[in-house]
């Protein structure tokens, strides 16, 4: 498949409540970062993507109204896979380097959550399934379609509420550390446990945040790449992998069958063919605790039920034997649901360049990274392998 | 208005889909006759719930109506804590997925207590007539 393409410049903005900065502002905070990162300017780039939801801030045309803020005039496109939306982004912008069509690229995610109060994003994402056949008549939210996971998973690997929030309890911590994430403090596991219930199993401490924030990479085939950095950061393989709308099409509930789709794919070509050995990092997709202990299973580091075992041993903490979201993940980081896939990206990126805070780096060992991010409830998958080394 | 940093938007907009059902009408009149119908191709025999009137299998296909029985085991649920706003008056209520004795699964709320249900549990699925509309629920078999 054409050139093999690197990531040459990132961008992050910080995650939270960001009221004071327009969706144009929030996105400029991450594309400047890059485009210095890099040592390039908008002449360079040829093409660029804009991985958005939107519909909770007031702009329908984000690639545009980005475009026009950041002084890009090249072609571009929103791309929109839900909560994957920036994988889709960093797919296309990826394709259009890999094919020849452009010599750089710029991939980026922006979301602006707060421009709409918190019942109206509750009642958007709910939406975000099956419209007719599932939220009509029925009324579901995002919790539930993972809490639904969650009572399936509890009850065929008889685990407990104790042990999901084990995962909430990690993110935390790491997000502790992370000065772009909304949160910044440690919880317990009484803190966790006494949250409030948003769709049973499943709780306020078990839930990642409605969030602001973007995150921004440039893009570049491999030649090219090696004359701008010293450090460039390949894609190696990426998998992608779609899901049934109607959560009653699926066959298994306690793990994501897209997810593991889309892995195999992301494995076969990146030449891996045992997970377990052959990755310094892991930034899995945990929009709720249950999605983190299915993440570790769908993509096959941790066999059906023992997900939470992990967690338990701290094998999936920075130091362990598979480091999990040294970011503090969507839980503790924030996620914007456009920009989380980007921001995984750029996290990646600084880990293998050996650039993240003190006590949150991981050991680069093997130069090899996986990104897991799903859209939905395993409605949308993407799998992308990532390497330091050619 | 301007307060704390914020331009309130003076524009409003309100969303309300106007959604084509002229095909599957056989669901919408089995539901008022106590019937829960489902689409069955001919060809491959392949059985859809949601009912949709083209099988992809086959392609073409020639799809027939079905009743399906109603007969289920519960496969999963979860009790909604916090609904969406056009759901805040309906009080309280339980999504469940079941799968149903013909091999498709369907998703609904489930009238029962909370405290009764356990996966695997015999459930029904049966029509039923709700603020002048017909829908579907699940109950549990005792
Ligand atoms: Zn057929």
Redesign the pocket.
Known sequence: MGNKVAIVGIGHSVFGKRNDVSINELAWESISVALNDSGLTQKDIDFYTVGNYGLWSEEILTAVTVGEYAGLKCGSLKTEAACASGSAALKIAMDSVASGNSRIALAMGVEKMYNSPNSTIIELIGRAGNYFWEFENFGLTFPAYYALHATRYLNDFNAREEDLCEASIKSHHYGAMNKYAQFHKEITLSDCMNSKYVAKPLKIFDSSPITDGSAAVILAGEEEARKITDTPIYIESQGSATGSAYLGKRDDFAGLEASRRAAEIAYKGAGINDPTSQFDLFEVHDCFSIAEVMAYEDLGIARRGEGIKLLKEHQTYHDGKFPSNPDGGLKAKGHPIGATGISQAVEITKQLRGEADPGRQVQVRKGRALQHNVGGTGHYAYVTVYSRRN | MIKDGIFFDRRTLELRYQMPVKNIEPFFKGLEEGKIRATK?K????IYFPPQIH?P??NP?IMEWIDLDGDGKLETFSSIEIAPTSFQNEGKYIVAIGLLKEGVRALAWIDAKESDLRIGKRIRLVARKKDDAFTYVFNLVE
Do not use: E, K, L, M
């Open positions: 191709c060809t491959c025999g392949s099988c299998r086959c296909g």
